[in-house]
């Protein structure tokens, strides 16, 4: 809807998969023609975004009950993205996961996504830190930071891009266990 808005051809889903893990502002910069307005671009699909996550958005199946029992077993839980922090806000609002969630931040506030973990980290006070990710990017800021990797295997995650990973959640569910296992380590 967004590129067809800003009359741009829409990619099929294999070119689309490799904008997964860039921030918004650098995949509108890859994307849109060299003349176009970024920020008006990036407000416009905010708008669009947020109206679609708060009418029908849905998490992946099984992931709430997995923030719960996490919440539940006294994990402080944080959210760095790569998504701006305007879709994060509204993904944990509209899914009743707000209140669970300690901190949460976008990467495009930094320069890394390095850097926004181990600032999401000291900012949280956290004395260990487990990181759930799907893109190689997640991964590797995550062992960068000296911090154990949960490579989540549904959704965008590839085994190949997420070999590095300490632990393999296959569904949200699994997720649980990989943290219990990271934390008695």
Known sequence: MFLELMGIPVPDEVELSKSAGLSLTAYLSNTLP?????MSARALYINIINDIIASSGELFPGAFDAVVALFSDGYDLAVCSNSPAEYVETVLKSNG???MITRYCSVESYNSKAVAMLDIAQKGAFNQVVVIGDTHGDIEAAHNNGYTAIAAMYGYGKKALLAKAN???DAPSDIVSCVH???ST
């Open 181 to 183: 296992k990271a934390f």
């Open 34 to 38: 060299r003349d176009a307005d970024i």
């Open 167 to 169: 632990y393999f959640a």
């Open 97 to 99: 996961l707000f209140d």
